[in-house]
């Protein structure tokens, strides 16, 4: 393999730089040339292609977000669209192309490998909602930013001895309620992946109450999507002043943590590998801190991998 391409695709997440700089510099290492796709599949369409060195991926692995910028293309999810992007590839002489997203951009990837283009996926989001792999790219760098965002929230929720009712991001998934809830000390973690009772919910909100708890932090995953819902029957049933806040896309930036620059590392160093192997339609990932790679078609078969384990340790040490 001469040529290499490397893009990266869907919401962005810290850590896809770390993960353009492995994938570069691995490449090199092996003499292998690397060009980076601007915009994702939708800059691949109009060949916004441009030669990496060594030095255009110098001073990236701390910085958030991604330097060959990110977008979601419709003309890729057409048939004519993706032939045009393999034809694009081919005119730039790139046999294998490491794409960074998540899973409509491992689709893509595995489409793009039926044209007879080499594709490695690596999971860069921070929804952590691809079941094949423990975690992905950005979903710790996310977390953190959760918490610093609900200890803020927790003192001055305390001074007004009010419900706090938080929202965050992970499309369907509860992963990063169910992490930042445990490690915020949430009094209650609402998640799409499990029925949730209001009562219940009340109940150990007063309980607490009677035993001089001044705050409650509830966490609500986006798929739930009843935030204010919520707060309204706190405030209700509890006389308690609820709050809502909506984290949003501050989620998605900062410099990424030290976990996730490691596992970035590590998986763009491995994408390189099997596509020097003469691999096609993988994707990497993470499973008891070993690099693992997939088929992408049977990664993406892999169902939820909610842990009940962890679900059950939030509840027993909530209230
Ligand atoms: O997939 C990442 C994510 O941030 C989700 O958590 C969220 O639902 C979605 O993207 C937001 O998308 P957009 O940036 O298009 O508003």
């Not at 204010?228 to 900062?254: C, F, S």
């Not at 990424?256 to 590392?265: G, I, M, N, Q």
Request: hydrophobic share 40%; glycine share 12%; net charge neutral.
């Amino acid at each position: 393999m001469k040529t290499i391409g490397v893009l990266t695709s869907g919401g962005d997440s810290p850590g896809m730089n770390a993960a353009i700089r492995a994938v570069v510099r691995t490449a090199l290492q092996n003499n292998i040339r690397v060009v980076g796709i601007q915009r994702g599949y939708s800059g691949l369409i109009n060949g916004e292609i441009t030669e990496l060195t060594r030095d255009s991926v110098s001073d990236i692995i701390q910085r958030g977000g991604t330097i060959l910028k990110t977008a979601r293309s419709n003309t890729f999810r057409t048939e004519e669209g993706r032939r045009r992007a393999a034809d694009v590839l081919k005119v730039f002489g790139v046999e294998g192309l490491v794409v960074v997203g998540g899973d409509g951009s491992f689709m893509g990837a595995k489409l793009l490998s039926d044209l007879g283009v080499a594709t490695i996926g690596l999971p860069g989001t921070i929804d952590n909602d691809l079941a094949y792999t423990d975690y992905t790219i950005g979903f710790d760098t996310a977390l953190n930013t959760v918490i610093d965002a609900v200890n803020k929230l927790k003192d001055t929720s305390s001074s007004h001895e009010r419900a706090s009712v938080v929202e965050v991001m992970g499309r369907n998934c509860g992963d990063i309620a169910l992490y930042s809830g445990l490690a915020g000390g949430a009094e209650s973690i609402i998640l799409p992946e499990k029925p949730f009772d209001m009562d219940e919910l009340c109940r150990g909100i007063l309980e607490g109450k009677m035993r001089g708890k001044l705050h409650n932090l509830i966490m609500v995953a986006e798929g739930v999507g009843k935030a204010e819902e919520i707060a309204k029957k706190i405030e209700d049933i509890t006389g308690i002043e609820a709050r809502v806040t909506k984290l949003g896309h501050i989620q998605r930036g900062g410099s990424p943590t030290v976990a996730d620059r490691v596992l970035a590392t590590r998986m763009g160093y491995r994408a390189v590998e099997l596509l020097r192997e003469g691999k096609s339609a993988r994707v990497v990932g993470i499973k008891n801190n070993k690099i693992i790679d997939l088929d992408i078609t049977e990664a993406l078969a892999i169902e939820s991998k909610f842990d009940e384990d962890l679900f059950k340790i939030a509840e027993t040490i909530s209230y």
